[in-house]
C-alpha cells in the first residue's frame, strides 16, 4: 500500500519499523525509497524494532530482537535506545503519531481480508 502527502518533510528521512498490529508486517513511511530502503534494511539487520533514518543517515533504532516485537536486554540498555529515539523529536522527524502508524496494519488487514 502506497500513501502520498504524508511523511516526513525533511530530504531522505524515514522511519520504518516491524510492530504493525495484528499483522505485523514491517511497515514503513518517509520522503524518499532510498531512505525507506535504509530503514528498512537496518530493521532487517537489527531483528526487528524502530529505525530512523534522517538525511541518509541512522540516526537512531530501538532493537526488538524477539520475533520483532520484544527484547531480552536489560530494562536499562533498552533505556538508551528508547531516550535516543525520543530526543529524535528535536529534530523534527517524528512526532506522536508512531502509535497511530502501527495501528495500519491492523487496518489493512481488515480491509483486505474482511475481517470485522
Known amino acids: 500500500m502506497f500513501w502520498t502527502g504524508c511523511g516526513p518533510a525533511d530530504a531522505d528521512t524515514a522511519i520504518a519499523c516491524s ?15 532510498a531512505a525507506m530502503a535504509l530503514a528498512v534494511n537496518r530493521l532487517q539487520e537489527i531483528d526487528g524494532g524502530w529505525v530512523l533514518v534522517h538525511h541518509g543517515a541512522v540516526v537512531a533504532e530501538v532493537r526488538f530482537e524477539i520475533g520483532g516485537l520484544m527484547t531480552a536486554r536489560s530494562a536499562e540498555a533498552f533505556d538508551v535506545e528508547v531516550r535516543r529515539m525520543k530526543r529524535t523529536r528535536e529534530l523534527g522527524t517524528i512526532d506522536g503519531g508512531k502509535r497511530t502508524l502501527t495501528n495500519l496494519g491492523e487496518l489493512w488487514w481488515r480491509l483486505h481480508v474482511g475481517c470485522p
Not at 510492530?19 to 525509497?33: C, I, R
Open 19 to 33: 510492530v504493525a498490529h495484528d499483522s505485523h508486517n514491517v511497515w514503513s513511511v518517509g520522503s524518499s525509497d
